[in-house]
């Protein structure tokens, strides 16, 4: 049983192996092995790459169904370049045959697609670890958004402050009669600690007017802040629910990744090569292995149907009409007597 599916798989004719031995129904057994292999890394890779998509993510049901019906297209495809070939005497004419090398275009071109979410799935721990670093680093840039614009707003307030702090400096210096140059102004050198001097007074009115702007623009501050985090909030938010981790995500970060490390292209190169290697050789085997019984047989059949004269056959059937139509258009003529 199992053996009969492998030969329905090389789309090998069973009742020509039955005339030939035992070896060349072993080679077909080994193609329809190969031709099956495809078929089943092609339902994997298309499963992978279908519950990469954040709609379907949750449903297993549609990437596995998904995985399963490119797996039975790949298959099909596979069996056919396979089925459809036909040996030639000798090897050399082979590369004379143009649909050798459509089969083995096709041949490529699926392992290429076959290998590539595999390629993928190679790199997951590498991809997911570079998304999520994106994503914090993400964060991290709204958050200096937002230091650099709390610094901005609250710039004034800084200055108003480090007046304020001047001025209560410059009136200690001038209760205590301490001689003292500050950036707001000089200290008369006068001792006045009960602060009856006009300069005094001067100074802590100053002080005073300070403190009220100090508050108004603390107020101001915190308003301003309070959109200035929400803003923040809301671009955090944005970035964990936007932060995708789908197919096409992965591709870009995987592109990003190779030109950093160079040794990556290297081992995505190896690994295309090979699933493409993979899906070439049951195309590659049936054309190059040894001139069997098998291929003997379907050679001769191609040569006869070669050798018949397709003319005479048309010129027979031909007559067989006339004939039909002469006798159909005498009954028509009885008829109307």
Not at 203 to 224: A, H, P
Not at 311 to 319: F, G, L, N, P, Y
């Amino acid at each position: 049983m199992i053996e009969a599916f492998f030969i329905w798989c090389s789309g090998a004719d069973k009742n020509l192996l039955a005339k030939c031995e035992d070896s060349v129904r072993t080679k077909h057994i080994g193609i329809g092995t190969l031709v099956l292999i495809p078929a089943i890394l092609g339902c994997i890779s298309m499963t992978y790459a279908l519950s990469t998509i954040d709609k379907i993510a949750q449903h297993e049901f549609y990437f596995i169904f998904g995985g399963i019906v490119w797996g039975a297209i790949v298959f099909a495809f596979d069996r056919y370049i396979v089925s459809t070939h036909r040996k030639q005497l000798y090897h050399k004419d082979e590369f004379k045959n143009i649909t050798f090398y459509l089969r083995l275009f096709f041949a490529i071109v699926l392992g290429i697609i076959i290998s590539h979410p595999f390629v993928l799935m190679y790199f997951e721990g590498s991809i997911t670890e570079r998304i999520i670093k994106d994503k914090d680093n993400s964060i991290v840039i709204e958050e200096k958004k937002y230091l650099s614009s709390y610094d901005t707003i609250s710039y004034n307030l800084r200055e108003l402050i480090e007046t304020k702090r001047c001025y209560e400096k410059l009136l200690t210096a001038e209760q205590s009669g301490t001689k003292l140059d500050l950036p707001c102004g000089s200290s008369s050198g006068i001792p006045n600690i009960k602060g009856n001097f006009p300069r005094t007074r001067k100074i802590e009115e100053l002080i005073s007017n300070l403190k009220n702007e100090i508050d108004l623009e603390q107020k101001r501050i915190n308003l301003v802040n309070d959109e200035l985090i929400q803003i923040k909030n809301n671009a955090k938010s944005n970035i964990d629910k936007h932060t995708s981790f789908d197919y096409l995500k992965r591709e870009v970060v995987l592109s990003t990744l190779k030109k950093e490390n160079p040794i990556i292209g290297i081992t995505e190169f190896m690994l295309i090569l090979a699933f493409m290697l993979v899906d070439i050789l049951p195309l590659i085997f049936k054309t190059f292995s040894p001139f069997s019984m098998y291929d003997k047989i379907q050679y001769d059949e191609l040569e006869i149907i070669k050798s018949l004269n397709t003319d005479s056959r048309k010129k027979r059937i031909q007559e067989q009409y006339d004939l039909i139509n002469t006798t159909s258009n005498d009954t028509k003529n009885i008829d109307k007597e």
